[in-house]
């Protein structure tokens, strides 16, 4: 079974803070994912990695840096966290072509 | 550009009837479509998709969805609904000439016994 972990379930963080968010796959897919997910928005793309070291902009990468150093490794950075930042944040990963993404259990963000 | 429609939010059916979710695609090219369904407090799971081929798509858990190039639409069904389907299902269309995906607002599902 594919296996897409996240640091964090649950994270509270204050205003002005930096956060990480790690995301880890199992499965040596090329691709990694970062998402969003806001009630009635769906899911929103930040950023995109299709191989170490490269990335690629979403729909929403304002105020969210990546790194991937790694291939199994796609880390999501909150420079300075502010409160419309308080989401749910979904790390995904897939091979690349017509295939799916296989998604991970989701981080709760809340930041005060 | 390429885009996903789900037109309602949420669907309402009685446990032991057929049920259906609609999705409607717009895209440059060809097709490639995508289910998911989320649980409560989970990550996506992946259900089906179209990439070529039947026009009807067999998928987990007895799902299956309906590809109609005149309608442009890709409604998931089930011939008997299950308490447990109680869940939030997003639409996905590939985006033209990349791996991303570009997601529906998502439909909650609500199975009553």
């Known amino acids: 079974d594919v296996k897409v972990t996240q640091s964090s379930r649950y994270l509270v963080k204050r205003t002005g803070e930096k956060v990480f968010l790690e995301c880890v796959q199992d499965m040596d897919h090329e691709n990694m994912f970062w998402y969003r997910q806001d009630p009635g928005l769906g899911l929103r793309l930040i950023y995109f990695s299709y191989d170490v070291k490269m990335k690629e902009k979403g729909d929403i990468p304002e105020g969210y840096s990546v790194s991937r150093e790694k291939k199994e490794r796609f880390s999501l950075i909150l420079e300075s966290a502010s409160t419309n930042q308080t989401s749910m944040y979904l790390c995904a990963s897939s091979f690349q072509g017509y295939n799916e993404q296989f998604f991970g259990p989701g981080t709760r963000l809340t930041v005060l | 550009a390429q885009s996903v429609a789900q037109p309602e939010d949420q669907v309402n059916v009685a446990e032991g009837n057929p049920l259906t979710v609609k999705c409607t695609y717009s895209?440059?090219?060809?097709?490639?479509l995508f289910w998911y369904v989320q649980y409560p407090n989970r990550g996506l799971q992946f259900l089906l998709k179209y990439i070529t081929g039947d026009n009807l798509v067999k998928g987990s858990y007895g799902f299956e969805a309906e590809f109609n190039k005149s309608q442009t639409s890709f409604h998931l069904k089930k011939p008997s609904a299950l308490v447990s389907d109680s869940a939030l299902y997003f639409c996905?269309?590939?985006?033209?000439?990349?791996?991303?995906?570009?997601f529906g607002t998502g439909t909650r599902l609500q199975v009553f016994p």
């Open positions: 895209v440059s090219g060809n097709p490639y």
């Open positions: 996905a269309v590939r985006g033209y000439n990349t791996d991303k995906l570009i």
